[in-house]
């Protein structure tokens, strides 16, 4: 079993699990849903159910669980987790899988933007903190790299900031590939490229 496989074996038993106690009546509240699943993950981790190597996956949803309480939106995390790694995310169209992967973002507390041409380039170009979890996009650039099937057709400019090796993880889980820019004027520039069935002018 691959590491993506083991990860997506995890989120299904937990998601089946929720369902289970949702079925009995334990959890009929966003609270009751936090508070299962935090400890279902504790026992889970304590008890040693699933392999060594995805025990950084179990921290990081229980660490969510335990500081945002409600917020942590723990369902929608395993539910994004098995579709990532079950294969279903790769057959929907890429931009459905662009809105996936940002949507997953902003439930992490990462700030997202459309920025306008004045704020992407420039004298008026919007200042990027290097050190806040960000992801800015061109509106301009936006609008035509996509065709009406919500397929890619041209290269799409992304500016990230902050932990860029987390999100990049998120991107390439949603079937994007993340490449730096080159230009070491623009240190926080990458080009998105979908990675399924893409072609892009150009090539």
Request: aromatic letters at 8%; proline letters at 2%.
């Amino acid at each position: 079993m691959t590491l993506t496989e083991k990860s997506g074996h995890l989120a299904w038993c937990a998601l089946v699990a929720l369902a289970l106690a949702r079925q009995s009546g334990d959890v009929l509240s966003p609270t009751q849903e936090n508070l299962f699943l935090t400890r279902w993950l504790a026992t889970a981790l304590k008890q040693r159910r699933f392999p060594r190597d995805i025990n950084q996956d179990i921290e990081w949803l229980l660490k969510q669980g335990r500081q945002l309480g409600v917020s942590a939106k723990l369902a929608s995390k395993l539910n994004y987790l098995w579709r990532s790694c079950t294969g279903e995310l790769s057959e929907q169209n890429d931009l459905f899988r662009l809105t996936y992967a940002l949507e997953t973002a902003k439930d992490m507390h990462w700030n997202y933007r459309l920025l306008s041409d004045r704020e992407w380039t420039g004298r008026y170009a919007m200042v990027l903190s290097a050190s806040m979890n960000g992801i800015y996009l061109s509106r301009t650039n936006l609008d035509v790299a996509f065709d009406d099937n919500g397929r890619q057709i041209n290269p799409l400019m992304v500016r990230l900031t902050g932990n860029v090796a987390g999100v990049t993880k998120l991107f390439n889980r949603c079937g994007w590939q993340t490449e730096p820019d080159g230009d070491a004027s623009l240190p926080h520039q990458f080009t998105l490229m979908a990675r399924q069935g893409v072609s892009v002018k150009g090539d």
